[in-house]
């Protein structure tokens, strides 16, 4: 060998290694590796079930055990275009790069999924491969249903196949270069999606596994709650530490006391989860509110135990940009508390004050209460801008509380004063928002 | 089928079948036949449709009846036997604030409530208190009048 030859063999090898590193630290760890434990395979596993559906289903039928499990997956909210049937497709994920439109997966078989064959369902839910071998971008958060055993995604398959064909197709999608390359999610893919069916965690406990499972395979928590790497996959070294998903902050769920759960009581946790609110805590709207509506209040009580046990066991990561406490009541006048921003404040007094009290108290229910809730003590003011312009609607035990969309009502520069007020009155520190950056707010609510 | 719903409304109690989302000014105009209280906007933008809970102004517009059992409900057909009502009603009558008088119910509810919390408001207790009912024949500035007469308790 030449010596030229030499160097340029050696450059390569070092651009490979290099290359590799680069790849090793950006993957970082699995979504389970912190519990640390050994891990035994599935069939090998004897103190419990983690996977399937819960006690009272394993007699029902295929169709129902899968409807629980596509439930508890979630599937709906993102396959559904309000107005449209369900699992029919057409909801636009709005990103900075173009527009994603979600895929028809009711059995049609021209515009659905009812060609698929079971290993196309496979290798669709666990490795992001179309029908036609066109790769799935990861919007589809097939690196987390990687980890559903095959008989529970084949039961999903069969209550997809069980509901009637609908005809839709939807709109192409918008993505510019390079992201309108599928291709190049093979690569992605290969880094990325670890392909591994769930392996028990033995020196955790059954419930603890269970948890894990409905958590990480089928509810996908960290595809909102993680916060995203260089290469826009999960960064399990921040594991459920917090991040931003379709315009709406996902906050801190490790077990974290100040920033994170940590401080939760068990009973708030799955109250939560159940019916989409806590006391003191406020209450789940935006993506977590349909979440909520569509999964979690699905779940058999012991599931929703499940996933609060694994929750707590996930290690605390706080969030500095949040404060340590959130801020006590304001007080019951008007005049006293914050004066600053009259805008704000005359914004405030007319189209909020009824229903949430100028205490933040609500005086009509306590879903309507803003003290103690991260969104009026996060100093973006993400959720507030966010509830503010597209409203929300919560179905409890007891009935629907709703609040209206102001987003076609009130300008930009209004709702950024009502947040700014509204921040600075309830919480620890008032935001700063502008009119762009609620415009900006405005452009990445999926649609 | 639904379980048969318990409100306390002007200090009776009423018992009737609505579901539990019914908003509570459904009940009180439809189910109840109570329409002294009015539909404006529906979502609770507008004011017009203003009672009590617990002593306090709420729009019953966006007010699921399920969030009202076990409270004390009053409307404009009653809130005249509240002393700060009474006072309200005498002033409205007073300085006839009244034009079309659509808004005019969910008008005195706020202010009713609005004297009872604050016994004497400036402008600014007015303010807070009153933004949110809108009044499209514009008597806000005899509403401010009456408001501030029923405080002080002078005849015009």
């Known amino acids: ?447 | 089928m639904h379980m048969a719903t318990v409100l306390t409304i002007n200090g009776e109690t009423k018992s009737f079948d609505a579901p539990p989302e019914m908003p509570l000014l459904w009940v009180l105009r439809d189910v109840l036949g109570m329409t002294g209280t009015k539909f404006g906007c529906g979502i609770a933008q507008c004011g017009a449709c203003t009672v009590h809970v617990d002593g306090k102004a709420v729009r019953s517009c966006v007010l699921p009846v399920s969030a009202v059992e076990n409270r004390a409900i009053t409307t404009i057909e009653h809130v005249g036997s509240t002393p700060s009502g009474a006072k309200v009603q005498k002033a409205w009558l007073d300085l006839e604030v009244i034009q079309c008088g659509y808004c005019q119910s969910g008008q005195i509810m706020a202010a009713a409530a609005l004297l009872a919390a604050t016994s004497h408001p400036d402008d600014s207790d007015i303010d807070a208190a009153m933004a949110g009912n809108i009044c499209r024949c514009g008597t806000y500035v005899r509403i401010r009048e009456a408001i501030k007469q029923a405080a002080s308790g002078r005849q015009s």
């Open chain 1, 1 to 447: 060998m030449s010596g030229k030859m030499r160097i340029l063999t050696s450059l390569v090898v070092i651009a490979i290694v290099v290359v590799a590193l680069g790849v090793w630290i950006i993957r970082g760890p699995g979504p389970l590796d912190f519990a640390g434990g050994p891990k035994v395979a599935l069939a090998d596993y004897r103190a419990g079930k983690p996977t399937g559906v819960p006690a009272k289903l394993e007699k029902a039928s295929l169709v129902e055990r899968g409807e629980y499990l596509a439930k508890a997956a979630d599937c709906m909210v993102c396959h559904s275009k309000p107005g449209e049937k369900d699992y029919s497709g057409g909801l636009g994920f709005k990103l900075p790069f173009g527009t994603l439109y979600s895929t028809n997966i009711t059995p049609d078989k021209d515009t659905g999924i009812g060609n698929y064959s079971d290993q196309d369902f496979l290798n669709a839910v666990q490795r992001g491969k179309r029908h036609d071998g066109a790769r799935l971008y990861p919007a589809m958060p097939y690196t987390s249903y990687t980890t559903m055993t095959d008989e529970d995604v084949l039961a999903v398959k069969a209550y997809l196949f069980s509901l009637p064909a609908v005809r839709a197709k939807p709109p192409e999608n918008t993505l510019s270069f390079p992201f309108n390359q599928r291709w190049a999610m093979i690569f992605w893919s290969a880094v990325f999606n670890p392909d591994t069916r769930f392996a028990p965690d033995t020196s955790k406990s059954p419930e603890w596994n269970r948890g894990a499972y409905l958590a990480e395979a089928l509810a996908h928590c960290g595809e909102c709650h993680t916060p995203r790497n260089l290469g826009f996959a999960l960064d399990n070294r921040k594991k459920f530490a917090g991040a931003i998903t379709a315009g709406w902050r996902a906050f801190n769920i490790t077990s974290d006391k100040a920033t994170g759960l940590g401080n939760w009581r068990d009973e708030d946790l799955i109250s939560y989860l159940s019916v989409g609110h806590a006391p003191g805590h406020g209450s789940a709207s935006g993506p977590m509110g349909e979440a909520v509506d569509h999964s979690f209040s699905q779940f058999a009580p012991e599931d929703i135990r499940a996933v609060v046990a694994y929750l707590r066991s996930v290690p605390p990561v706080p969030s500095p940009d949040l404060p340590a406490t959130t801020a006590p009541v304001a007080p019951a006048s008007h005049k006293d508390g914050v004066t600053a921003d009259a805008r704000g404040k005359q914004m405030f007094a007319s189209a909020c004050a009824s229903c949430h009290g100028w205490s933040g108290e609500s005086p009509v229910s306590p879903m309507a209460t803003l003290t103690g809730t991260w969104a009026v003590n996060d100093p973006a003011a993400t959720n507030v801008a966010q509830i503010v312009l597209s409203g929300t609607k919560r179905h409890t035990p007891d009935g629907a509380l709703s609040m209206p969309a102001f987003g076609n009502a009130y300008s930009d520069d209004e709702i950024a004063a009502v947040a700014n007020y509204v921040t600075a009155r309830f919480g620890t520190k008032g935001s700063k928002l502008t009119a762009k950056d609620v415009a900006e707010l405005r452009e990445q609510t999926a649609e």
